[in-house]
């Protein structure tokens, strides 16, 4: 019993790792929406330190998916006007959204496999 409750333990502070992670990507841009050079430095290093706790090639073939495909969507939408940045430096948008997008698809991977392990997946 006490494996077991170790494991659980193990499992949520992973996932509280995993809230604060997203919370962090989200809350860098809008802190310095302004400064993209910083927000894209601070939320690649968002980014890195969550790479590299999860130690997984695939969380980080997720990340590169979801940084290009979901850049590339914005892009697109952009470019019909659906909606547009306020401050950008690459192709209308600004470079630390490709971070932000690659830390979104390996934040929702990585603690979906969280609840798995804590056995939500029936």
């Given amino acids: 019993m006490t494996g077991e409750i170790k494991k659980i333990k193990k499992e949520w502070?992973?996932?509280?790792?995993?809230?604060?992670?997203?919370?962090?990507?989200?809350?860098?841009?809008?802190?310095?929406?302004?400064?993209i050079i910083m927000a894209t430095i601070l939320v690649?290093?968002?980014?890195?330190?969550?790479?590299?706790?999860?130690k997984s090639r695939i969380t980080l073939l997720i990340f590169?998916?979801?940084?290009?495909?979901?850049?590339?969507?914005?892009?697109?939408?952009?470019?019909y006007n659906v909606w547009s940045y306020s401050f950008t430096n690459f192709l209308n948008i600004p470079l630390w959204l490709f971070i932000v997008w690659g830390n979104a698809a390996a934040f929702i991977y990585q603690t979906a496999i969280e609840f798995e392990r804590l056995g939500f997946h029936k």
Avoid: D
């Fill in 13 to 35: 502070k992973n996932i509280i790792f995993n809230v604060v992670f997203a919370l962090l990507t989200v809350l860098f841009p809008i802190i310095f929406y302004r400064n």
């Fill in 44 to 54: 690649g290093f968002v980014g890195i330190i969550g790479l590299a706790k999860w």
């Fill in 64 to 79: 590169l998916f979801g940084a290009i495909w979901g850049s590339f969507a914005e892009m697109i939408a952009i470019s």
